[in-house]
């Protein structure tokens, strides 16, 4: 059970949503961590579930602060969870703590335990933006029977060139406590190996977009031409725009209605 369940409905003309802090202790990180959840109200059926992750500098509450995710959301009758995972790049840390394991694996259960949200494939997301994004896509390729479509907003996805060429501070110090002296190309943790080896008639739909002043973009654009080479499908367009909030808050409506589609 949450420790604490504590939050606040918003009315939207004809309903409601509930926006929910959770706060709860985690066997796989053995410490309480916390969640922020949008929940629908309730009808004759549990709502789809998107999965919601954030970037490296941000927590679980980002996406609210910063964007109408919630607005968004009521939009679709979903709910959204946002875990909150640190600067992990969603992995199984060498010198930390079990995030891969909580996102994969704990999280999915608590969330069903915790609410009564969609357990079906076809009604289950995974989006994020930049770390977030590349959590997105990993989780979809790695699980893709868990997912109808995962999103990437501004990703980071070439991690084997994050973690060879990226001489930032604050970048090898994260690569070095994720990883170790682990060289993540060629695993189950480099999205170009999984691209490479996916089962192409069950991967969920995949969306991408990055602005084209962003500094992520020639990862993203590393991507795109890998996932054509492996005739994979992926609905990626760039226009301009930066690593930023704006850019996100205009494209997270749009994942949505990418998301619901048929």
Known sequence: ?????????????TGAMALIRVDFSSEALE??????????????????????????????????????VERYAYDHNMA??????????????????RFW??????LPRLVHRFFRVSDRPE?????????????????ALRHPERFAAAVSLSGALDLSWLQKHDDRPHIREVME????????????????????????????????RCGTGDHLFAQNERFVQACARAGIPLDSEFEPGGHEWSFWDRHIPRALDFMVKS
């Open 80 to 97: 959204v969870v946002m875990p909150q995972v640190h600067r992990s790049f969603y992995a199984d840390e060498a010198y930390g703590m």
């Open 1 to 13: 059970m949450p420790d604490c369940l504590a939050g606040r409905w918003a009315n939207h003309e």
């Open 31 to 68: 410490l309480s961590t916390s969640m922020t959840v949008v929940l629908p109200d309730e009808g004759d059926m549990p709502p789809p579930v998107l999965y919601l992750l954030h970037g490296l500098t941000d927590d679980h509450t980002a996406w609210t602060r910063y964007t109408s």
């Open 123 to 139: 009604q289950t997301y995974v989006a994020g933006l930049s770390m977030g994004g590349y959590g997105a896509f990993k989780w």
């Open 177 to 208: 406590r994720v990883f170790g002296d682990r060289d993540v190309t060629g695993t189950d943790d480099d999205l170009f190996h999984l691209i490479g080896t996916a089962g192409k008639t069950r991967l969920p739909r995949l969306m991408l």
């Open 101 to 106: 394991t909580f996102l994969s694996d704990e």
